[in-house]
């Protein structure tokens, strides 16, 4: 078959701003209903809308990570539509003159690289929201109306279900290092509408253009794209209609089913919006915002492979939330060892921050100190049992590793004299251990360095212990 799938991707994204779009009122989650509205955000007459600058400057950040120009004047435009959740009958959004404009990200799924342009990045404002009571009766909520909403728009590029879901977890996580959102789709934060066809690229001959909405997670993006595909084939084959159509993604069922035919842009009467003056990012601000880029996440996973030597699972992991990246690079520059620094960091500490609710950024342990107890775990002042014993207290209480060693006692003893009379009594104590050692058992050593490690607490220098057992034992 000559058909190929042509995937197209909307990703809508909330903010993370203080307030609204337009007015001063908070973007707060989990507040009481209708509390955080005013007359703007509810479109009250003779209110006025007033930009906000945050707002701006994560879509020129997210803009400028995608490889987006910035446009030096754009204008906000009224989508006419009426529904309850909507007070004003209308949404500010963008429309043929978008604030970011014509980017591209590079990708790979299983090692194979593809490249996705992104048409535009813009700005609008979110809707409330309605609630159906099982009574019949619908509700209305107006908290989110007006809460600042981005829109990353890509060209039809994708030709592949995971493609999507590929380009979809590199944007979350830019969303994240950026700061711009928590692109946590669970809590609607990222939402996202693919449009699906078929085309023929030699005769150019193609299926009418479908959008899918109704997807809650990245799952459901694939499945919905992929089944959308397959449909579309079944339809080439068995000559059946098609539409340009609104469709809806059933998870419990696994298929899409027609929610209503494509509106058009003419439907929603689109036409600037009086009340805003056009925007016009000056020049200076868009090269600071550009300065104030941090290292992008694909960027930096490929460093930390090559600077670093980590293995690709590491760099993916550690690069997945920066808060968590630059605590690895603070850990590894004190400690001097990359790899040991990763296990630390993914493992014992991950652990830990989530036991604890906390955040790289909030927890007492420093990566300093980290850093000092996987140095002192190096040089054998401590073994790693010990370090594994007292992490927790560290991670909890912040103290220096080198300090609580010497408080407690823990330091690994690596003294011969004092190892010398522990193994005597080992050897004294475990007479038939010592007969099946010099019988040929070489695993009967293990009772006695067991002896000397219970004595000593687990502070016994293990190589050490070994080396004195096997001198004393051949004499
Ligand atoms: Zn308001």
């Known amino acids: 078959m000559a058909f190929r799938p042509m995937v197209g991707l909307e990703v809508h994204a909330q903010l993370l701003t203080a307030s609204k779009m337009f007015c001063s009122c908070p973007v707060a989650f989990g507040s009481n209903p209708n509390s955080n509205c005013c007359p703007v955000c509810t479109g009250m007459p003779g209110s006025l809308p007033v930009p906000n600058r945050k707002a701006v400057q994560f879509v020129i950040k997210t803009g400028l990570a995608l490889g987006c120009k910035v446009s030096d004047y754009c204008r906000f435009y009224r989508k006419n539509y009426f529904y309850p959740d909507l007070a004003k009958n209308f949404q500010i959004s963008q429309y043929d003159e978008p604030l970011t404009y014509e980017g591209h990200i590079d990708l790979a799924v299983n090692g194979e690289p593809f490249s996705i342009r992104v048409r535009r990045t813009h700005l609008e404002e979110d809707t409330g929201k309605n609630l159906h009571l099982s009574d019949g009766r619908s509700l209305v909520e107006y908290n989110r109306c007006g809460v600042p909403l981005m829109e990353v728009v890509t060209e039809p590029d994708f030709t592949s279900a995971d493609q999507v879901r590929e380009y979809l977890v590199q944007l979350r996580r830019l969303l994240r290092y950026l700061g711009v959102s928590t692109a946590n789709m669970e809590e609607g934060a990222m939402r996202c509408e693919p449009t699906v066809n ?97 290292e992008l996440p694909l960027v930096r996973e490929r460093r930390f492979v090559e600077e670093y030597g980590l293995p690709q699972y590491d760099a993916e992991v550690l690069t997945e939330d920066k808060q968590v990246a ?90 011969e004299d004092e190892l010398s009379a522990i193994v005597d009594a080992a050897i004294e104590a475990n007479p038939k251990a010592v007969a099946d050692y010099q019988g040929g058992k070489e695993k009967a050593l293990g009772a006695m360095v067991g002896y000397v490690m219970k004595e000593t607490r687990g502070q016994a220098n293990p190589g050490l212990v070994n080396q004195i057992l096997r001198e004393k034992l051949s004499e």
């Open 198 to 294: 078929l085309v023929d690229e030699e005769t150019g001959q193609a299926t009418p253009i479908v959008e899918i909405k109704n997807l809650a997670s990245f799952k459901a993006v694939h499945d919905a794209v992929s089944y959308e595909i397959d449909r579309q084939h079944w339809c080439l084959e068995n000559d059946a209609e098609m539409q340009q159509e609104t469709r809806r993604w059933n998870e419990t069922e696994a298929k899409t089913t027609v929610m209503r035919t494509k509106e058009s842009a003419d439907d929603y009467m689109y036409f600037p919006e009086p009340d805003l003056v056009p925007l016009t990012p000056e020049r200076e601000w868009v090269e600071e915002i550009a300065q104030s880029l941090p």
């Open 326 to 415: 630059d605590y690895f690079e603070a850990v590894a520059a004190t400690c001097g060892d990359p790899k040991s620094a990763s296990n630390w960091v993914m493992g014992d500490f991950t652990h830990l921050l989530h036991e604890s609710g906390q955040s790289p950024d909030t927890c007492k342990l420093r990566p300093e100190d980290l850093g000092k107890l996987i140095k002192l775990i190096n040089d054998t002042t401590i073994s790693s049992k010990i370090a594994k014993d007292i992490f927790p207290t560290l991670f909890e209480q912040g103290t220096d590793p080198q300090q609580l060693i010497e408080e407690q006692g823990l330091a690994q003893i690596s003294d």
